[in-house]
């Protein structure tokens, strides 16, 4: 099969890419290497998950980008850097491919700094997400799965979650923009028949995890055996989940759809 995997040199995008080949897959990757962190993790994301050692030389991130197209562009494998609201740009790459499935990764995340970016939230997670659905329709591509999110569940005091639970109160701009990804993508699956998954990943750690996430600073602080602060009472609890476990999940998607 051949897979579209938007944000495929993030972390969870890096590693299903890297599953995909491995299964004799091919996969396109779109990812627009943004600013949310440095670039160069990216980058040797990306390389891990074609196969090649890191002896990247970094020359600038224009300059970089291209070499990282060049060089790890393949039979089965090719990076795009470009924006998913670019319609332009993934017009053409929709033309250049013919995808069985596409797998939306891409996406701008975080609770917090969604409440100091509102707008370019919504502009990457709704404007950029309705930008593929409507690629899918006109190339008659119809199996879609798209990365969710928990936050969606909100204040949400029932333990265990469910699927069942209400979503109606989410109580941040990132979580908003997932739930309208929900709704928005039943709306493409009643009206054009699109096969759809969503996926409300709960808390994901593992190898090229971001810097920003929790896990990530923990294990900072640990190596440096320096405290790590308690917030609130101490009875916080969250879900986590393996990078490993997350694959399996989406690959479990592929085949059920």
Same mark, same amino acid.
């Not at 491995?22 to 990216?42: A, E, Q, R, T």
């Not at 994301?45 to 030389?57: I, Q, R, Y």
């Not at 995340?109 to 370019?120: K, L, N, Q, Y």
């Given at each position: 099969?051949?897979?579209?995997?938007?944000?495929?040199?993030?972390?969870?995008?890096? @590693? !299903?890419?890297?599953?995909?080949?491995?299964?004799?897959?091919?996969?396109?990757?779109?990812?627009?290497?943004?600013?949310?962190?440095?670039?160069?993790? *990216?980058?040797?994301? =990306?390389?891990?998950?074609?196969? !090649?050692?890191?002896?990247?030389? @970094?020359?600038?991130?224009? =300059?970089?980008?291209?070499?990282?197209?060049?060089?790890?562009?393949?039979?089965?494998?090719?990076?795009?850097?470009?924006?998913?609201?670019?319609?332009?740009?993934? &017009?053409? #790459?929709?033309?250049? @491919?013919?995808?069985?499935?596409? #797998?939306?990764?891409?996406? !701008?995340?975080?609770?917090?700094?969604?409440?100091? /970016?509102?707008?370019?939230?919504?502009?990457?997670?709704?404007?950029?997400?309705?930008?593929?659905?409507?690629?899918?329709?006109?190339?008659?591509? &119809?199996?879609? #799965?798209?990365?969710?999110?928990?936050?969606?569940?909100?204040?949400?005091?029932?333990?265990?979650?469910?699927?069942?639970?209400?979503?109606?109160?989410?109580?941040?701009?990132?979580?908003?923009? *997932? *739930?309208?990804?929900?709704?928005?993508?039943? +709306?493409?699956?009643? !009206? $054009?028949?699109?096969?759809?998954?969503?996926?409300?990943?709960?808390?994901?750690?593992? %190898?090229?995890?971001? %810097?920003?996430?929790?896990?990530?600073?923990?294990? *900072?602080?640990?190596?440096?055996?320096?405290?790590?602060? +308690?917030?609130?009472?101490?009875? =916080?609890? /969250?879900?986590?989940?393996?990078?490993?476990?997350?694959?399996?999940?989406?690959?479990?998607?592929?085949? $059920?759809?």
């Amino acid at each position: 099969m051949k897979f579209l995997i938007t944000g495929a040199s993030g972390f969870i995008g890096s @590693h !299903l890419a890297e599953r995909l080949l491995n299964d004799g897959h091919s996969v396109v990757n779109v990812d627009n290497f943004d600013n949310f962190y440095d670039y160069k993790i *990216k980058v040797r994301n =990306t390389l891990s998950s074609v196969g !090649l050692t890191n002896t990247f030389k @970094h020359n600038g991130k224009e =300059t970089d980008l291209k070499e990282l197209e060049r060089l790890t562009a393949s039979e089965n494998y090719r990076l795009y850097c470009a924006d998913i609201r670019d319609r332009s740009a993934m &017009n053409d #790459i929709f033309t250049d @491919h013919a995808f069985d499935m596409v #797998i939306h990764l891409a996406a !701008l995340a975080g609770v917090r700094p969604s409440i100091e /970016r509102p707008v370019d939230y919504e502009s990457v997670n709704i404007h950029g997400t309705m930008n593929l659905w409507q690629l899918c329709k006109e190339y008659g591509i &119809n199996k879609f #799965i798209c990365a969710s999110s928990s936050s969606i569940y909100g204040n949400n005091e029932k333990v265990p979650f469910s699927e069942d639970d209400n979503v109606d109160r989410p109580i941040s701009p990132y979580a908003a923009t *997932k *739930k309208a990804g929900e709704v928005m993508g039943h +709306v493409y699956h009643h !009206l $054009y028949n699109i096969d759809m998954i969503q996926l409300r990943f709960f808390t994901v750690y593992g %190898p090229r995890q971001r %810097p920003d996430l929790a896990i990530h600073k923990f294990a *900072k602080l640990m190596t440096a055996n320096t405290p790590i602060p +308690v917030y609130g009472d101490g009875t =916080t609890a /969250r879900d986590y989940t393996y990078i490993d476990d997350i694959v399996a999940g989406i690959c479990g998607s592929i085949q $059920y759809l």
